[in-house]
Each structure stands twice: as structure tokens, then as C-alpha cells.
């Protein structure tokens, strides 16, 4: 399983929200482009960055960060990176501005086909956040009317699946175990896991599931719940 550091950005500040809310976020003092080299030094390959200003707005608000982030770790970590894409300009924006894979969220779900789309600029991964198996579009803010079991036949160009269940984000009360598994053995396109990583012991139970590509690790790191060495030692089965 690959680890992904998350950068969760709101008004250019390092932020947490709680179960999506935007009234539940906590701040963290750090600068971005530090966290990402951060991320990087403790062997970090991929970081997980999202414009949650975008994701909720359409307005990326956030993107010249991604830009400063890319360059800041490039040659040694891919980024990808997420929130409010919803055009062919935005992906190709997003090339050019160093990004490896692109999440595309409600757009994806509007219109599965700008999937196919997107996937000629750049490999995508489709962000599958749900509520009690519906899924949610436009910041987790409204519920799309699509489950979740059946959105993951719908995308054969997706390189991967970001699969969030929102109960559990940002709450280290630990991963939907279950919900993940039903997903892994539905999907054909690798599945990776976001939300409610709160230790070590989480990791291990996501890595002992066996159908898993990766695991979205957020505010656990930045309250030093682990390091970024140590969930890598568990996810390589040394710890």
C-alpha cells in the first residue's frame, strides 16, 4: 500500500476539517511547501493535496500553492491533487503546474465522461466521498443521489478511486474497515482509503485487508499520532 500525507488547504492555511464541515476545521501553523518537504524527507512518494476553497466554491483559490508545492518536492514525490477541477483547462492547468494525478470529485459524478476526458491529460483518480453509502458533491456538501457500490462501475478510465466515508474523516476514530472491503471487491480500479486513520493499529488493519492501493493519512500525522517513517515501516510489513 502506497502512503499519501494529506494537505488539506483553506485560504492558503494548513487546515483539518471535521466529517466535511467547514465550521469544524482546525488550523495547523504550518506552511505548506514546508509540510510537503516535510513529507518528502521522511520518505513520503506521493502527498495528497487538496483546494478545499475550490472544492467548495469552483474558485481555486489555492492553486499557485500547488505550483510551489510541486516544485518544491519534484524528483521525489508525486503530487495529487484535488478540489473544485472541473474543466479540461483546470487538469491542464494542473499539468503544467508539475501536479502527477488529478482527483476529480462532483465534476466526475456530474459527468462521468469528463472522466475519459481528463484521463488524455493526465492519469485521474475519481473521489468517491460518501454518506452512508450516497455519495456528496460541492464540498461534501450536498448529496449527489448516487450510491456508492454502483458509482464504481462507472469509471473504466479512473487510475484509482479516493474513497472517503465522511462520518469517519478527521475524527482518528479509525478507517470504515468494512465499507472499504465492500468497495475494494466491487471495484476493478484500485481503491485507495481516506479518513479516520488515528494510529499505527489502523494502518495495520487497512494493510491486513490485502485489496487496498494506499490510505490517506491527514491530521494523525500533524498531531504526531506517528511519523511519516513509521506508517511506512507498517505499511512495508517491517513494524
Known amino acids: 500500500m502506497e502512503l499519501y500525507p494529506s494537505i488539506d488547504l483553506l485560504g492558503g492555511r494548513v487546515v483539518r476539517l471535521r466529517q466535511g464541515d467547514y465550521d469544524a476545521r482546525i488550523d495547523y501553523d504550518a506552511d505548506a ?13 506521493w502527498i495528497h493535496v487538496i483546494d478545499l476553497d475550490a472544492a467548495r466554491s469552483g474558485t481555486p483559490v489555492n492553486r499557485q500553492l500547488f505550483t510551489e508545492i510541486a516544485a518544491a518536492v519534484s524528483g521525489t514525490v508525486r503530487l495529487q491533487t484535488g478540489g473544485g477541477i472541473r474543466t479540461l483547462d483546470d487538469v ?21 465522461s469528463f472522466v475519459a476526458q481528463a484521463a488524455m491529460v493526465m492519469p485521474v483518480a475519481v473521489g468517491l466521498d460518501h454518506r452512508d453509502g450516497e455519495l456528496a458533491v460541492h464540498g461534501w456538501t450536498e448529496g449527489a443521489g448516487v450510491l456508492l457500490l454502483e458509482a464504481v462501475t462507472e469509471f473504466p478510465d479512473a487510475a ?11 475524527t482518528l476514530a479509525g478507517p470504515d474497515l468494512v465499507g472499504l472491503a465492500r468497495v475494494a471487491a466491487a471495484s476493478t480500479v484500485p481503491v485507495i482509503a ?8 489502523d494502518l ?5 485487508l490485502g485489496a487496498l492501493a494506499g490510505v490517506i493519512v491527514g491530521r494523525a500525522l500533524y ?16 513494524a
Open 33 to 45: 511547501v514546508s509540510v510537503a518537504r516535510a513529507f518528502a524527507d521522511g520518505g513520503a512518494t
Open 92 to 112: 491542464e492547468a494542473l499539468a503544467a503546474a508539475g501536479v502527477a494525478r488529478v482527483v476529480l470529485g462532483s465534476a466526475a459524478i456530474r459527468q462521468p
Open 160 to 170: 484509482a478511486f479516493v474513497v472517503t466515508n465522511i462520518a469517519t474523516d478527521g
Open 194 to 201: 481516506s479518513g479516520g486513520v488515528g494510529s499505527l493499529d
Open 204 to 208: 495495520r488493519a487497512l494493510s491486513r
Open 223 to 238: 498531531e504526531g499520532r506517528f511519523s511519516v517513517e513509521q506508517a511506512l515501516a507498517v505499511l512495508d510489513g517491517k
